[in-house]
């Protein structure tokens, strides 16, 4: 089969979804098919795995269903009854998103506790978990780092007052909100431990992209507690409460123990093939 991983979101955040789509492109590639990626565009010679669409208003996904092409929709959102992240005015879910996900050939969903949302509308939806792919090892470790932390993502007040805290107790880091791949990346070489932080309250489920991508890299992750049904938090080999996040993380520091916990966390991921996760996931919804 012919695939177009494809991405409808603004450009700005094209660069931030890398990781998912390579390991998705690489991983059909294993299973011999032929993929290819682009920005907002949509092939009918293809089937189109299609992120981001949640951005787009409802005559463009209007168009995108008559337009006859086939495609699977990859939601990376949170579900709720009657919106996305729980923000009623992110999207309009009921009268375009949600049917626009119908329409497709399947959709693909990255937050487990979303299928049981699923259910609630009556929309059939299949579970893709991300696992390592040796083509996506791509961070040359410092053998001497020079940051004792890194984080990257959208950096809420929440994520911040833990950052500025960690600061004041002298630690060196650096939490990047958005920066190019290869200046992310090399950061990830140059930090001990690599923070996993929720970025509000609200938002309980385990960000399995960022995961994913550390625990291939053979990282010494540290994660807040969060709803991880599948597993992920496995990887992160130490998981600490909110109340105790930075007194665990001065304790990995002080005791030498990161380069342990990233070996200890890559072993374990290798032994969930990514190749084997996509094809789960196309047997479950698309006939051969």
């Not at 949509?42 to 092409?69: P, V, W």
């Not at 190019?180 to 960000?207: C, G, M, T, W």
Request: with cysteine; proline share 4%.
């Amino acid at each position: 089969m012919r695939f177009n991983i494809t991405y409808l979101g603004p450009e700005h955040l094209f660069s931030l979804r890398r990781d998912y789509k390579l390991s998705i492109q690489y991983a059909l590639q294993d299973l011999g098919h032929e993929v290819h990626l682009s920005y907002r565009s949509i092939e009918k010679d293809c089937i189109n795995i299609i992120s981001g669409a949640y951005f787009q208003d409802k005559k463009t996904l209007e168009a995108i269903r008559q337009s006859g092409s086939k495609y699977i929709n990859i939601n990376t959102e949170v579900v709720t009854p009657n919106s996305l992240n729980f923000n009623p005015d992110k999207t309009d879910f009921l009268g375009s998103y949600l049917p626009f996900m119908q329409s497709g050939e399947a959709i693909w969903e990255v937050i487990a506790p979303n299928i049981d949302e699923y259910k609630k509308l009556n929309t059939d939806a299949s579970y893709i978990h991300f696992g390592y792919h040796p083509r996506l090892e791509e961070i040359h470790h410092n053998p001497n780092k020079d940051l004792d932390f890194y984080l990257f993502g959208m950096l809420s007040d929440r994520r911040k007052n833990i950052i500025n805290e960690l600061h004041r107790r002298g630690y060196r880091g650096i939490a990047d909100h958005s920066c190019p791949h290869f200046l992310r990346n090399d950061r990830i070489a140059r930090a001990k431990v690599q923070l996993n932080i929720r970025q509000e309250d609200i938002y309980s489920h385990v960000p399995c992209f960022r995961i994913f991508y550390l625990a291939n890299n053979k990282c010494a992750i540290l994660s807040e507690q969060e709803v991880d049904p599948t597993g992920y938090l496995d990887c992160a080999k130490t998981v600490s409460s909110t109340e105790n996040y930075v007194d665990v993380f001065e304790q990995l520091i002080q005791e030498n123990r990161y380069k342990q916990l990233a070996e200890e966390s890559f072993e374990l991921f290798k032994q969930t093939p990514m190749t084997e996760c996509v094809e789960k996931v196309l047997d479950e919804t698309l006939v051969k």
